[in-house]
T-cell receptor
Framework: TQLLEQSPQFLSIQEGENLTVYCNSS?????LQWYRQEPGEGPVLLVT?????EVKKLKRLTFQFGDARKDSSLHITAAQPGDTGLYLC????????????FGKGTKLSVIP | KAGVTQTPRYLIKTRGQQVTLSCSPI?????VSWYQQTPGQGLQFLFE???????NKGNFPGRFSGRQFSNSRSEMNVSTLELGDSALYLC??????????????FGQGTRLTVV
């Protein structure tokens, strides 16, 4: 059974600070996605990373896929209150299981 | 392009009843997956359908079932509801599966409360 461990579980920071969220596994993933979810809503896809070592930027968000495709990180620069939400990573094992394995998420609160 | 539509948004049911949830995927997407989300367990995979065929099923009891129609719309059914089935049920659609194509777009979910 593949597992994705996210850390930290909870993060409360002041507006303007930087933060990094980690997603780690002992298994290799063919692709990994990051989502943000707000209360009572479905997760919204932020990015998909496919190649080991890949770095993708989305405005103030930087996503990195580890060289061995077992881990990923999300870095937010100068966090804003609008960044508040639950950040989820999800991986596809590429073995034809047709399911995503999700981490339990990082709940981020950005205080104005 | 319309997103993934799930109906209803909210449901309250009594223990022992059954419930059917509906999901309309993004136009052109043929893969539909269902997930259960609870505070303690996070998102857990229920099943995935592609071209009306169930390709994979998660570790849930047989009370949980689903199907997909020829227009890719999907339904999931839960029979003999238990209190522990209270959760947010999420449907996701994907154009295909594999690598960069394994991008799941989620609906807003159906919040099921069993009393």
């Amino acid at each position: 059974t593949q597992l994705l461990e996210q850390s930290p579980q909870f993060l409360s920071i002041q507006e303007g600070e930087n933060l990094t969220v980690y997603c780690n596994s002992s298994s290799v993933f063919s692709s990994l996605q990051w989502y943000r979810q707000e209360p009572g809503e479905g997760p919204v896809l932020l990015v998909t990373v496919v190649t080991g070592g890949e770095v993708k930027k989305l405005k103030r968000l930087t996503f990195q896929f580890g060289d061995a495709r077992k881990d990923s990180s999300l870095h937010i620069t100068a966090a804003q209150p609008g960044d508040t939400g639950l950040y989820l990573c999800a991986g596809d094992d590429g073995a034809g299981s047709y399911q995503l394995t999700f981490g339990k998420g990082t709940k981020l609160s950005v205080i104005p | 392009k319309a997103g993934v539509t799930q109906t209803p948004r909210y449901l309250i049911k009594t223990r022992g009843q059954q419930v059917t949830l509906s999901c309309s995927p993004i136009s052109g997407h043929r893969s539909v997956s269902w997930y259960q989300q609870t505070p303690g367990q996070g998102l857990q995979f229920l099943f995935e359908y592609f071209s009306e065929t169930q390709r994979n099923k998660g570790n849930f009891p047989g009370r949980f079932s689903g199907r997909q129609f020829s227009n890719s719309r999907s339904e999931m059914n839960v029979s003999t509801l238990e209190l522990g089935d209270s959760a947010l049920y999420l449907c996701a659609s994907s154009p295909e599966w594999g690598g960069a194509d394994t991008e799941a777009f989620f609906g807003q979910g159906t919040r099921l409360t069993v009393v």
